[in-house]
């Protein structure tokens, strides 16, 4: 009886997962993939295609389990923010594959895309219900709190340098906070 090519498939992505996640696309080694799920190379291009392919599956992949853990309430951007900072806290290999993903393929991933389509529209709704604001475009407001989330890990070690505390908790506060103000509707003016 053959091999059960279902639990090969996982294995690779697994191994796959933390190759991409530790190299990037274009330091990622197939051999290396391919050795860590006790599989040939061979069948990571049976089962994936490319290198290539292979990466979007597992940026996809991760993208989507993240839209799954982390629900959108464009109402409260703020408790959004909060809750993807800590699940990107829980599985640092997403954040990295997310930035990998922005240098190595500038390309969309049509899985990502739906993803970030439904959360746009959720930001839309809110601002057209005047519940957050609505002078910036909803899709550059979605980017704006992305960036805002990950903003300490893509920060220059010589900014970080500048003090001497590392804390989560208030890395968390700093970003709900933040996104916040950003997101709030402006004051009506008398």
Do not use: C
């Not at 839309?124 to 890990?153: C, N, T, Y």
């Amino acid at each position: 009886m053959p091999p059960d090519a279902t639990e090969t498939k996982r294995r690779l992505l697994g191994a796959a997962v933390e190759e991409f996640a530790a190299h990037g696309l274009a330091g990622a080694r197939v051999d290396r993939i391919a050795e860590a799920a006790a599989a040939n190379k061979r069948s990571i291009y049976m089962h994936f295609g490319t290198k290539e392919e292979l990466f979007d599956r597992v940026v996809a992949d991760s993208m989507a389990e993240l839209a799954q853990a982390v629900s959108i309430d464009a109402g409260h951007l703020p408790d959004y923010a909060g809750a993807l900072f800590d699940r990107l806290r829980q599985r640092p290999h997403i954040k990295r594959l997310y930035l990998w993903a922005g240098l190595e393929r500038q390309q969309a991933i049509d899985a990502e895309v739906r993803e970030y389509r439904r959360n746009v529209a959720a930001v839309e709704a809110a601002q057209e219900a005047g519940r957050v604001r609505a002078d910036i475009p909803a899709v550059e407001l979605m980017a704006m709190v992305i960036a805002l989330v990950i903003s300490w890990d893509t920060a220059s070690w010589s900014l970080k340098a500048l003090t001497d505390q590392d804390s989560p908790a208030e890395h968390r506060a700093a970003v709900t906070a933040a996104v916040a103000g950003l997101v709030r509707p402006p004051e009506p003016h008398p």
